[in-house]
C-alpha cells in the first residue's frame, strides 16, 4: 500500500491572528489551512501573507500537514501569495475557486517559477458548479495537485440551494468530486460545518462524509476536531476485522474459498483491509502531532 498522511481534521486558522498561530501548535488536527483569503480583512493580508510564510517555513507544527490558503486567482494579492507560499514550502498551497485544468497548470507554472520545492504540492478548491462538471480534468491535470478540497458554502450559494442535515441538494456535487479524485489518485477533503454549536448535527456529517468515502473534514473551530479525527479513523472493530480478514487469506491462499466470519473473502476486500491498517498506522505514526 501507498503511504497514507491522515487528514482526518483539517483546520482553518487565521493567520493575521498571532495567537491563534501559536494556539494551533498543540491542536491534534491533522491539518492545518493556514488562511490568507475570507478569514483575513483586506488591509490585514499584508501581514498576514508574511505571518503565514513564517509559520509554514519555521517547522514547530510537528507532523501536522501545513498548508496555506492563498487568495483567489485574478485578485490583487494572489500573486504575491503564491511567491510568498511558493518560497515558505509548505505541504501544499490552497487555491480557492479552481474552475479548469488550464487553471491548475498556470498555478503550477507558477507555483514552480516561484521556487516552490518538490514536496509542496497544489490543493484545487472545488467550489462551483464548473468545477464540479470540469472535476475529471482538473484532478488529472497536473501530477502536483495533491487534493480536491470541498468548498460547500460557496457550492450551495452557486446552486442556489439551501444548507439543510443530510446535505441532499448538494449530494450530486459531493459524489462527482469524489469520483473525479479517485479516479485521479488524489485525497478529497469535505467542506465545513457552519454551525460549532451543534455538535450532533456535526457529528453526523463526519459520518456521512467518511461512509461516502472522503478522507477527511475541513474545520472552522478547534471544537471540532476531536469529533473529526474519530469519525474517519478506523474503529478499533474494523482494524480488528481488517487483521482476522488478512490472516485468514494468507493462512488460505492455495485452498480454493477463503471465508472469514462466515463471509467469503476475495482480494478486493483484502485490498479494502490493508488501507484500513494503512490508515489505522498513518494515524498511530502521527501521535500528538
Not at 496555506?68 to 505541504?91: C, F, K, L, M, Y
Not at 462466515?262 to 498506522?281: D, F, P
Request: glycine share 8%; net charge negative.
Amino acid at each position: 500500500m501507498p503511504e497514507l498522511t491522515p487528514l482526518r481534521s483539517v483546520l482553518y486558522m487565521p493567520s493575521s491572528n498571532e495567537r491563534a498561530l501559536e494556539k494551533a501548535k498543540s491542536i491534534a488536527c491533522d491539518g492545518l489551512i493556514l488562511d490568507l483569503e475570507d478569514a483575513v480583512a483586506p488591509d490585514a493580508k499584508p501581514a498576514a501573507r508574511d505571518a503565514a510564510a513564517a509559520a509554514a517555513a519555521g517547522g514547530d507544527y510537528g507532523r501536522r500537514t501545513v498548508t496555506i490558503r492563498v487568495n483567489g486567482i485574478g485578485t490583487e494579492w494572489h500573486d504575491d501569495d503564491i511567491v510568498a507560499a511558493s518560497q515558505a514550502g509548505p505541504a501544499a498551497i490552497v487555491v480557492p475557486k479552481v474552475n479548469s485544468a488550464e487553471e491548475v497548470q498556470q498555478l503550477v507554472s507558477a507555483m514552480e517559477k516561484a521556487g516552490a520545492p518538490d514536496h509542496t504540492k497544489l490543493w484545487a478548491m472545488v467550489e462551483t458548479p464548473v468545477a464540479i462538471l470540469d472535476a475529471l480534468a482538473i484532478a488529472r491535470a497536473s501530477e502536483r495537485l495533491g487534493a480536491f478540497v470541498l468548498g460547500t458554502n460557496d457550492l450551495v450559494k452557486e446552486l442556489y440551494a439551501e444548507h439543510v442535515p443530510g446535505r441532499a441538494p448538494i449530494l450530486p456535487s459531493l459524489h462527482t468530486a469524489l469520483l473525479a479524485g479517485r479516479a485521479a489518485g488524489i485525497a478529497v477533503i469535505d467542506g465545513v460545518y457552519n454551525d460549532v454549536k451543534d455538535t450532533d448535527g456535526f457529528l453526523a456529517e463526519c459520518e456521512q462524509g467518511r461512509q461516502m468515502g472522503f478522507d477527511g473534514k475541513t474545520l472552522i473551530h478547534p471544537g471540532q476536531v476531536e469529533g473529526a479525527n474519530a469519525a474517519f479513523a478506523p474503529s478499533e472493530q474494523a482494524v480488528a476485522d481488517a487483521r482476522g480478514l488478512i490472516a485468514a487469506w494468507e493462512d488460505g491462499q492455495g485452498a480454493g474459498v477463503v471465508t472469514y466470519n462466515g463471509r467469503m473473502v476475495e482480494n478486493l476486500h483484502v485490498e479494502s483491509a490493508r488501507r484500513t491498517l494503512s490508515i489505522h498506522e498513518a494515524i498511530e505514526a502521527l501521535g500528538t502531532v
